[in-house]
């Protein structure tokens, strides 16, 4: 299940009406991060995969390195956060550590 960018309490409820879904992710911005911090990281220990830009990572967390950030919200709960690097690619940390990838053209 794909919970996209919406209110964080919004994404909780249709989570909550999801029966056992075999993975969840989702994805937020630095609106919500501001506006809805506190239920933001009340959804967090109940998804699988976490989707922001390194902006938003550092803006949820304080922490301004990447990988530290990253690992700081695998230990909230999720198996994976992917952070968006735009022209740059993107980065999935998990617990068995970083894949970086970068879009070619």
């Known amino acids: 299940m ?4 919406i209110d964080p309490e919004l994404q909780l ?8 879904p075999r993975l969840t992710l989702l ?11 506190q239920p933001l990281l ?3 220990p109940r998804i699988d995969v976490l989707i922001l830009n390194d902006e938003e990572l550092q803006e949820l967390t304080d922490i ?10 695998l230990q909230m709960g999720p198996q994976a956060v992917v952070v ?3 022209e740059h690619g ?3 940390i998990d617990r068995e550590g970083l894949l970086s990838h970068r879009l070619t053209r």
């Open 2 to 5: 794909f919970l996209a960018n």
């Open 42 to 44: 009340e959804l967090i």
């Open 13 to 20: 409820q249709v989570l909550e009406q999801m029966e056992r």
């Open 90 to 92: 993107a980065v999935l």
């Open 84 to 86: 968006k690097k735009g």
């Open 27 to 37: 994805d937020t911005m630095n609106f919500w991060i501001h506006g809805k911090k």
């Open 64 to 73: 301004p390195h990447l990988y530290r950030a990253a690992e700081s919200l």
